[in-house]
């Protein structure tokens, strides 16, 4: 009964402070960092690579992060790659359903040797431009894209765009 009386404690406890800890601005911590402003950049794969590639995240993060953040977050880049796999997502409540695509991408040179390196997103508005492209990518076909870094890869996520 005790022990009982003490969860219930420790979860009230616990959910009071975190709807009560302090909430900080995004531009105190580098690691949060989000540009506003998109533009076309003209750093290739292997320029982004030896910026915040893989090894350079396992050999220091924050730095890593931080060049991600100043450099290419939220900037667009024209690439090249080889289609790999396509994840479709349904959403939306039956008639009113989007289909958005996540189509994972093997770039070369490749950070890993059985993994796609990069997860390229393409929302329904673009699928429905050309989706007979999106249909018939056949594994291991190569395609350009024009695409907005997104999100940082590490070793246990692909890089998103």
């Known amino acids: 009964m005790y022990a009982l009386i003490v969860a219930v404690l420790f979860t009230a406890l616990s959910c009071f402070y ?6 900080f601005a995004m531009h105190e911590s580098p690691l949060q960092h989000h540009n506003l402003e ?3 950049i003209s750093a290739t794969w292997n320029d982004y690579l030896q910026d915040c ?3 350079k995240v396992i050999d220091n993060s924050v730095h890593t992060k931080i060049v991600f953040n100043e450099k290419y977050e939220n900037n667009v ?6 289609f790999a796999e ?16 996540n189509i994972l991408v093997k770039m070369d040179p490749s950070e890993s040797t059985i993994f796609p390196d990069l997860v390229l997103t393409v929302p329904s508005s ?22 907005v870094l997104m999100n ?4 246990f996520k692909m890089h998103h765009v």
Request: no cysteine.
């Open 53 to 55: 590639g893989g090894e």
């Open 86 to 101: 396509v994840k479709v997502r349904q959403t939306g409540i039956f008639w009113s359903s989007v289909k958005e695509l």
């Open 152 to 155: 940082m890869g590490n070793e």
């Open 18 to 23: 975190a709807y009560q800890r302090p909430i």
């Open 77 to 82: 880049v024209n690439w090249s790659g080889y």
């Open 38 to 40: 998109s533009k076309r």
């Open 126 to 147: 673009l699928y429905k431009l050309q989706p007979d492209f999106y249909d018939n990518l056949k594994k291991g076909v190569g395609f350009n894209f024009e695409a």
